[in-house]
């Protein structure tokens, strides 16, 4: 059974920085694609970036793209999200999915449907 579980979530100031990571067990990755969506309540989940476990190919939401890194560690089944210049608007709930295969073009990986497992959520807040 597939787990992911994210952290590193807090309360910053607009301007800061934060990582979060999500650790992965139950399969391997390889021929996976990990993603991060942000929710805020009553709201769609939002693709924020994703990245082709193998190959190490990524995507980027727009609003995030120059400020937010996403990467991974093979070793320890776990993606980051480095999130720098942090803005209030940032503000949401950040959840770690896995897609089960890396097959597809990036469009793909912007639609959660396509994602087949996710993690718990980690709160991320900033404040102006």
């Known amino acids: 059974q597939v787990q992911l579980v994210e952290s590193g979530g807090g309360l910053v100031q607009a301007g800061d920085s934060l990582r979060l990571s999500c650790a992965g067990s139950?399969?391997?990755?390889?021929?996976?694609?990990m993603g991060w969506f942000r929710q805020l309540p009553g709201k769609e989940r939002e693709f924020v970036a994703c990245i082709k476990w193998r190959s190490g190919i990524t995507y980027y939401a727009d609003s995030v793209k120059g400020r937010f890194t996403i990467s991974r560690a093979n070793a320890e089944n776990t993606v980051y999200l480095q999130m720098n210049s942090l803005k209030p608007e940032d503000t949401a709930v950040y959840y770690c999915?896995?897609?089960?295969?890396?097959?597809?073009?990036?469009?793909?990986?912007?639609?959660?449907?396509?994602?087949?497992?996710w993690g718990q959520g980690t709160q991320v807040t900033v404040s102006s």
């Open positions: 139950g399969r391997t990755f390889s021929g996976a694609a």
């Open positions: 999915a896995l897609a089960p295969n890396a097959y597809y073009s990036g469009s793909y990986y912007r639609d959660s449907n396509n994602y087949s497992y």
